[in-house]
């Protein structure tokens, strides 16, 4: 998903870009995130940008 305008109400979020990525579950979000491929990707990202990473679980 990709957003237009947003405005941080309380508290400091000020993302410059939201990203939204769907899971079967929350446990499949935390595994995707602890794996291998994704920490190997992390790695390279972490000098280049900042990111703060939320999983949310969502309500059917």
């Known amino acids: ?3 237009g305008r ?3 109400l ?7 870009r939201t990203v939204i990525i769907e899971f079967e579950s929350y ?3 935390v595994a995707c ?4 491929q994704y920490q190997n ?3 390279h990202r972490q000098g280049a940008a900042k990111a703060e990473i939320v ?3 969502g309500q059917p």
């Open 1 to 3: 998903a990709r957003g």
């Open 6 to 8: 947003s405005e941080a």
């Open 10 to 16: 309380e508290g400091r979020a000020t993302p410059q």
């Open 27 to 29: 446990e499949q979000a």
């Open 33 to 36: 995130y602890h794996s291998p």
């Open 41 to 43: 990707a992390m790695s």
């Open 55 to 57: 999983i949310v679980e």
